[in-house]
């Protein structure tokens, strides 16, 4: 531990999580003011009545004050507000494909099967991500050509009668214009929307790092995304003008030159197609990068003149496509085969990732066989495929519900493509399965709290422990614990019980439409509360995409998932929202290193929630361009954090456990982590295996030297927080009231952690400037003396599992 001097300052650096939150809540002041960024990330201070930024409350170390400052990094305008950023919420299914990148299994070294798997799944993963946005591209034209330009436009249809003159629908090219410029906006769109990107608002420097172990490390632009974005408005102007020539079983019949230049379009449109997904998969191999092999060609067919010389043919020939039907016929024959060959495949790559994920999964498992179960990856390493299957048939019902949505506001009375039917029978089997699996979760749940409580079984004895001698904090705590822990327990079941849900109702329509069954009367009932399903699905995102453009703080509630998914860089899929974490993790770099000048400076990163994630990162980062004197400089905090029970397990290749080591090792103690069993959203840290014996809280944890083992017992700080390793376990309720402090009653969860005073004990310690067992004095005198856990000299031989509670232990 460095000694302080008496020009020792802290800067607090803190990152705020989902959802957002104002710049003087970030701070903890009535107001605040910016110091740095440029409007998008903001570095914001406390201000004073003058709006001046001010410094933060002093930091008491060892029985010294320390001047801190306070600062935060507000990032929410990234996610929320306006139209703009407001429409990526109807592209949720685009991210999921994108965050399954992410989730596949790491690849072993030397493993040259493993290394195959891995470019084939990720090959799929690009190819269904294409398929995503084509059936969004037809979905649409089954709206705009079929249901509007082809049926209610159609001469003599009392269909808009009103509106639209008998006279202007026999008028040439009208209806195909009404038919083809939405569709050919949307693409626009997307393509508009693949290319927005932040701006990093940090100096440029030469020393970024490399390849490493730390978190994060693979969290990178993809030098690809431009080609993958062309290459995707290239398949969906190739799919519609397939569409509207006839579809893919083949092009319209039309007398003389008038019927070959259809055909010659019709055949140049499957090609742009199948050109796009050669592309999007071969575009995956990692060995391309490299100069000296074949990837080059590639790279070099895909240059920036290249790429948009494909996408201006790609725009001439849907004109030209346009231009070659003058007339739409009653029913457009193209939108109904294509939608159902593109939901055809995109089901057969979907069911060929899940078959190649699983032997990837098994390969891998030796990086994490000798882990805990509560620290392995979800679903066996395996939850890349059920994420991907959720987005597939999100993707396509979204399409259907608007669908079904516009029939029903042009009248009711036009008649859908088949296949429609189909996925009606498919989203109410789905709802039905969805209603009885939500009512045996719930009874489930309630059994087992019902059984916990018969029995007088204690959930959370860390609860005795930290409320001891308050019997009502004991009973709130208790069942605040077993709620909280149950919801962290089973969070991804909820996923995967949704892609079963999904898939069950796949399975009977997909088997009915293979064999040209049509649907028995019996399951009319299901078709109908299908309808009703899609139909809800469409309005909620419709109306998630109002409420976030207009009212910004309603739309970070509904977009907590679309916020967690837009962390990821675009890899798979280009058109999602840009990543966060390539602007906010730099910036938070260069903001420390420009504190740390001042030789007298500690910074420590804090993060709460999503937060804590960027601020690992950026540690991370931290300690691989920083020299060794700055280094223990630097410190770090988080709150209410998913770094253990959530992103090793949901991200195993990106966030491993390992990594979470090297970066303890890194900090040698200064990393604090503040847990409340309480929080369903965050829990420790830096420790596991945990179990009360005797009187003491024991644990398996990271040591600083950043290796793993048995910790010492936890130490019970001033206040009546336990410390164990890193993490600090927080009573919540909380104690107090404390004179001057903000103080929350009741059981607080994921909020309010700076109102805990355990939290400036932490930032105290994480700058180097106090020891876990510093004798520090209770803020209040009126505090009943808490019991100290007794110091345990652990037996050599404690190692995982730990011991059992029947064991004898030397005092």
């Known amino acids: 531990m460095l000694i302080p001097g008496p020009d020792t300052r802290v800067v607090e650096l803190r990152v705020h999580g989902v959802q957002g939150t104002t710049p003087h809540s970030l701070v903890d002041a009535v107001a605040a003011v910016d110091v740095a960024g440029d409007g998008l990330g903001r570095i914001v201070r406390p201000a004073d009545r003058l709006r001046r930024p001010g410094p933060g409350p002093v930091l008491q170390a060892e029985g010294r004050p320390v001047t801190r400052v306070v600062e935060g990094y507000v990032w929410g305008a990234m996610t929320s507000g306006g139209w703009a950023r407001a429409s990526w919420a109807v592209l949720f299914p685009f991210s999921l494909a994108n965050a399954a990148h992410w989730m596949l299994p790491p690849v072993p070294e030397r493993s040259t099967p493993a290394h195959l798997l891995g470019i084939g799944l990720r090959s799929?993963?690009?190819?269904?991500?294409?398929?995503?946005?084509?059936?969004?591209?037809?979905?649409?034209?089954?709206?705009?050509?079929?249901l509007l330009a082809a049926q209610c436009l159609a001469p003599g249809s009392a269909c808009l009668a009103d509106a639209v003159p008998a006279s202007l629908r026999t008028v040439p090219w009208v209806r195909t214009a009404v038919g083809?410029?939405?569709?050919?906006?949307?693409?626009?769109?997307?393509?508009?929307?693949?290319?927005?990107?932040?701006?990093?608002?940090?100096?440029?420097?030469?020393?970024?790092?490399?390849?490493?172990?730390?978190?994060?490390?693979?969290?990178?632009?993809?030098?690809?995304?431009?080609?993958?974005?062309?290459?995707?408005?290239?398949?969906?102007?190739?799919?519609?003008?397939?569409?509207?020539?006839?579809?893919?079983?083949?092009?319209?019949?039309?007398?003389?030159?008038?019927?070959?230049?259809?055909?010659?379009?019709?055949?140049?449109?499957?090609?742009?197609?199948?050109?796009?997904?050669?592309?999007?998969?071969?575009?995956?191999?990692?060995?391309?990068?490299?100069?000296?092999?074949?990837?080059?060609?590639?790279?070099?067919?895909?240059?920036?003149?290249?790429?948009?010389?494909?996408?201006?043919?790609?725009?001439?020939?849907?004109?030209?496509?346009?231009?070659?039907?003058?007339?739409?016929?009653?029913?457009?024959?193209?939108?109904?085969?294509?939608?159902?060959?593109?939901?055809?495949?995109?089901?057969?790559v979907c069911v060929?990732?899940?078959?190649?994920?699983?032997?990837?999964?098994?390969?891998?498992?030796?990086?994490?066989?000798?882990?805990?179960?509560?620290?392995?990856?979800?679903?066996?390493?395996?939850?890349?495929?059920?994420?991907?299957?959720?987005?597939?048939?999100?993707?396509?019902?979204?399409?259907?519900?608007?669908?079904?949505?516009?029939?029903?506001?042009?009248?009711?009375?036009l008649p859908l493509p088949i296949g429609y039917g189909y996925i009606s029978l498919l989203w109410g089997v789905a709802g039905v399965l969805g209603l009885l699996a939500g009512l045996l979760v719930v009874a489930t749940t309630g059994v087992v709290r019902w059984n916990s409580l018969r029995r007088d079984r204690e959930w959370g004895r860390e609860a005795s422990l930290l409320h001891s001698g308050r019997a009502r904090d004991v009973e709130l705590a208790s069942k605040a614990w077993w709620w909280a822990r149950w919801e962290r327990n089973h969070s991804h079941h909820v996923l995967l019980i949704l892609a079963a849900v999904l898939v069950a109702g796949a399975v009977p329509a997909i088997a009915l439409r293979l064999r040209r069954v049509e649907p028995a009367a019996w399951t009319k009932p299901l078709s109908a509360f299908g309808v009703v399903v899609l139909g809800l699905l469409a309005v909620a995102l419709l109306r998630a995409v109002w409420l976030a453009a207009r009212r910004p703080q309603s739309g970070r509630r509904l977009g907590i998932l679309a916020d967690i998914a837009s962390f990821w860089p675009r890899e798979a899929h280009p058109v999602v929202p840009p990543c966060y974490a390539l602007k906010v993790v730099p910036e938070l770099v260069a903001r420390t290193r420009e504190h740390l000048k001042d030789r007298g400076t500690r910074v420590v990163l804090t993060g709460h929630s999503q937060g804590s994630l960027l601020v690992a990162v950026a540690a991370a980062r931290l300690l691989e361009v920083l020299p060794p004197e700055d280094?223990?400089?630097?410190?770090?905090?988080?709150?209410?954090?998913?770094?253990?029970?959530?992103?090793?397990?949901?991200?195993?290749?990106?966030?491993?456990?390992?990594?979470?080591?090297?970066?303890?090792?890194?900090?040698?103690?200064?990393?604090?982590?503040?847990?409340?069993?309480?929080?369903?959203?965050?829990?420790?840290?830096?420790?596991?295996?945990?179990?009360?014996?005797?009187?003491?809280?024991?644990?398996?944890?990271?040591?600083?030297?950043?290796?793993?083992?048995?910790?010492?017992?936890?130490?019970?700080?001033?206040?009546?927080?336990?410390?164990?390793?890193?993490?600090?376990?927080?009573?919540?309720?909380?104690?107090?009231?404390?004179?001057?402090?903000?103080?929350?009653?009741?059981?607080?969860?994921?909020?309010?952690?700076?109102?805990?005073?355990?939290?400036?004990?932490?930032?105290?310690?994480?700058?180097?400037?106090?020891?876990?067992?510093?004798?520090?004095?209770?803020?209040?005198?009126?505090?009943?003396?808490?019991?100290?856990?007794?110091?345990?000299?652990?037996?050599?031989?404690?190692?995982?599992?730990?011991?059992?509670?029947?064991?004898?232990?030397?005092?």
């Open 352 to 413: 060929l990732f899940g078959l190649l994920l699983v032997p990837a999964a098994l390969l891998a498992r030796p990086a994490w066989s000798a882990q805990p179960r509560e620290l392995r990856p979800w679903a066996g390493g395996w939850m890349a495929a059920p994420v991907l299957a959720v987005a597939g048939l999100l993707g396509g019902g979204f399409g259907a519900g608007v669908a079904l949505t516009a029939r029903w506001l042009l009248g009711g009375g």
């Open 124 to 146: 799929l993963l690009r190819l269904a991500a294409l398929l995503l946005t084509v059936l969004l591209v037809a979905q649409t034209a089954v709206v705009t050509l079929d």
């Open 631 to 811: 280094r223990e400089r630097v410190g770090l905090l988080t709150a209410g954090s998913q770094l253990q029970w959530a992103y090793p397990r949901a991200f195993p290749a990106v966030v491993p456990h390992s990594s979470l080591a090297a970066l303890a090792g890194g900090l040698d103690g200064r990393w604090r982590a503040l847990c409340r069993g309480t929080d369903p959203l965050g829990g420790a840290v830096t420790t596991w295996g945990r179990q009360v014996f005797d009187g003491m809280l024991l644990g398996v944890g990271y040591l600083p030297d950043g290796t793993e083992g048995a910790l010492p017992p936890a130490v019970r700080g001033p206040n009546g927080a336990l410390v164990l390793g890193g993490d600090h376990w927080l009573p919540d309720p909380a104690r107090g009231p404390f004179p001057g402090r903000r103080w929350a009653s009741g059981v607080c969860g994921h909020s309010d952690y700076t109102a805990d005073p355990e939290w400036d004990r932490a930032v105290a310690i994480a700058a180097g400037l106090s020891r876990v067992d510093s004798p520090d004095e209770p803020l209040s005198g009126s505090l009943p003396a808490l019991p100290v856990a007794r110091r345990a000299v652990l037996p050599d031989n404690l190692v995982k599992p730990l011991p059992q509670p029947s064991e004898p232990r030397s005092p």
């Open 180 to 348: 083809l410029v939405p569709v050919a906006l949307l693409v626009l769109v997307l393509a508009r929307l693949s290319t927005v990107d932040w701006r990093v608002d940090r100096p440029e420097r030469d020393d970024e790092p490399g390849a490493s172990v730390l978190p994060g490390a693979h969290v990178a632009t993809d030098p690809d995304t431009p080609a993958l974005r062309s290459l995707h408005v290239v398949a969906a102007l190739g799919a519609v003008v397939v569409i509207v020539l006839g579809g893919p079983l083949g092009p319209l019949v039309a007398p003389g030159g008038h019927g070959a230049a259809i055909t010659v379009a019709w055949v140049l449109g499957l090609v742009l197609v199948a050109v796009s997904a050669l592309g999007v998969m071969l575009l995956d191999d990692p060995t391309g990068g490299a100069p000296h092999r074949g990837g080059r060609w590639l790279r070099a067919a895909a240059g920036h003149r290249r790429r948009h010389g494909l996408v201006l043919g790609a725009c001439v020939l849907l004109v030209v496509a346009g231009a070659l039907v003058t007339h739409l016929p009653p029913r457009m024959p193209g939108v109904d085969v294509g939608v159902q060959v593109l939901a055809a495949l995109l089901v057969l």
